[in-house]
């Protein structure tokens, strides 16, 4: 079974703090594919980050840095200082091989961010 | 620079009266999809379209329908909306897959549909 799994629902923090947005995902695929969009209130959703099952380096891209780690399945995403901007829903996304262009979702984590 | 247009940003119909949304991309894509998000869920897709190959999800309700008369347009036709169906409709946009490679979706902004 194919299947992301965004443990946290909804995450409160105040300005400036660091937080980490957690995903776990299954597939029995050796080839796949994980997102990272995020969904602010406009609400439009926004790419983030792709990373293949190949690729274990971690990403940073200014605030934000991302750990995949196959060992346990997850794709964490962390944002440093975090600001009130950030405010939004993140949902991570799964593609398989056999999936062609199609996304598995995460149910998404709602982050708040507090002046 | 819009890239994914969708009109209107806020539509409203009567129980039962068809409507259609509208999608628009400059990107040249030829992958479209066509998501239902309800509130505090993740984006449902309903079909996606390979250049004019039309592609159905297994639980999308018949009573949704898709047009794409070319690229860059895609249309989002609901026969008798009911109230369930109250939602916000998202359209993307992607570069068909290759051997090796995976493309992200580019969003539009959404159509909130409320049903009367």
């Known amino acids: 079974a194919q299947k992301v799994t965004q443990a946290q629902t909804e995450i409160s923090v105040v300005e400036k703090e660091d937080v980490t947005l957690d995903c776990v995902y299954e597939t029995r695929d050796t080839t796949y594919y994980l997102f990272w969009y995020k969904q602010p209130p406009s609400g439009e959703l926004v790419f983030l980050i792709r990373?293949?099952?190949?690729?274990?380096q971690n990403e940073i891209s200014g605030r934000y840095s991302w750990n995949f780690q196959k060992s346990t399945s997850s794709f964490n995403f962390t944002i440093t200082a975090s600001q009130v901007v950030d405010s939004a829903v993140y949902f991570c996304a799964l593609n398989w091989n056999n999936a062609g262009n199609m996304l598995t979702f995460g149910g998404g984590t709602r982050l708040m961010v507090k002046p | 620079d819009a890239m994914v247009i969708q009109n209107p940003r806020y539509q409203v119909t009567q129980f039962g009266k068809p409507v259609t949304l509208s999608c628009s991309q400059t990107?040249?894509?030829?992958?479209m999809y066509w998501y239902q998000q309800k509130s505090s869920q993740a984006p449902k897709l309903l079909f996606h379209y390979y250049d004019k190959d039309f592609n159905n999800e297994a639980d999308t309700p018949d009573n949704f329908q898709s047009r794409r008369p070319n690229t860059s347009f895609c249309f989002l036709d609901i026969r008798s909306p009911g109230l369930g169906d109250a939602a916000m409709y998202l359209c993307a946009t992607s570069r068909d897959k290759s051997r090796t490679s995976r493309y992200e979706q580019y969003f539009g902004p959404g159509t909130r549909l409320t049903v009367t």
């Open positions: 990107l040249n894509h030829n992958v």
């Open positions: 990373r293949n099952s190949f690729d274990e």
